[in-house]
């Protein structure tokens, strides 16, 4: 995709009187937008074009954002962001635990949804050169190898792992800084793109997910271990290898 091409949103909300303006007012910035007044509505688009983000309400008619945002993440690897009402944080964390990249509560200034979809944007890459030799190798730990590029995690047994979303970013954390001590503060600030207090308790649910993937032992974890009054810690060596060199 060319760097000139606009970047594509779906924008999927049922109230017209926030999604007409909102879809105004991020084509004004340059953005291209499409708009869907319901998830059935957003279905239908994506049979046609895939965007680069979508902008994402949680209480609609019918299926709502969190179902949807579940079968975006699993099925369409897209970037979401909430744009919702519900703002308690059970409810963010719940989005977030889904795989969503973002939250922003509602009402919001424009201009902070504007620099929050790029933030996210240049995290997950979109427009972002071929990947170099470098990001196309494999992670390697302890007979287990993960597949940054195609998001696939293979056990020593060459078995496929599946992973949400958020355990991949999770486990890539990780897997970048092995042997250092990341609290939580940093590894939700990496895998979510934002420092955001509230969430302690999403990042010790996702590591606990992710545990019960890579761990034999989830009570004594050889690979993600906690570190007191610290957080977490990869102890595991880890290598990057290229894809058909062996280990």
């Known amino acids: 995709m060319s760097d000139d091409t606009p970047v594509s949103i779906l924008l999927v909300d049922d109230e017209p009187t926030l999604r007409e303006p909102l879809a ?16 059935a509505a957003a279905r239908s688009v994506l049979t046609e074009a895939i965007p680069d983000i979508v902008l994402l309400d949680i209480m609609m008619p019918g299926e709502d954002g969190l179902s949807f945002c579940r079968h975006l993440v699993e099925t369409r690897k897209l970037p979401v962001i909430f744009l919702t009402a519900r703002g308690e944080p059970t409810d963010r964390i719940v989005g977030l635990e889904l795989g969503a990249d973002d939250y922003i509560v ?13 933030t996210v944007l240049r995290r997950v890459g979109r427009g972002a050169t071929p990947a170099t030799a470098s990001e196309d190798r494999l992670y390697a730990f302890e007979g287990w190898r993960l597949d940054p590029l195609k998001r696939k995690l293979t056990d020593p047994e060459d078995v496929t792992i599946p992973l949400s979303t ?19 503060d940093r590894l939700l600030d990496m895998v979510q793109g934002r420092t955001a207090h509230l969430f302690d308790r999403a990042v010790d649910n996702q590591v606990s997910r992710l545990r019960r993937k890579v761990e034999t032992d989830t009570r004594n974890p050889q690979f993600i271990q906690t570190v007191r009054g610290g957080g977490y810690r990869f102890a595991a060596k880890v290598a990057r290898i290229a894809p058909s060199a062996p280990e």
Not at 24 to 39: D, I, K, P, R
Not at 107 to 115: G, I, T, W
């Open 24 to 39: 105004e007012y991020l084509s004004g910035q340059g953005f291209g937008v499409t708009e869907a007044a319901s998830a």
């Open 106 to 118: 509602k009402p919001f200034e424009p201009r902070e949804l504007v620099a929050r979809i790029r």
């Open 166 to 184: 958020a355990e991949f970013r999770l486990l890539r954390a990780f897997l970048d800084h092995p042997g250092s001590v990341l609290d939580r």
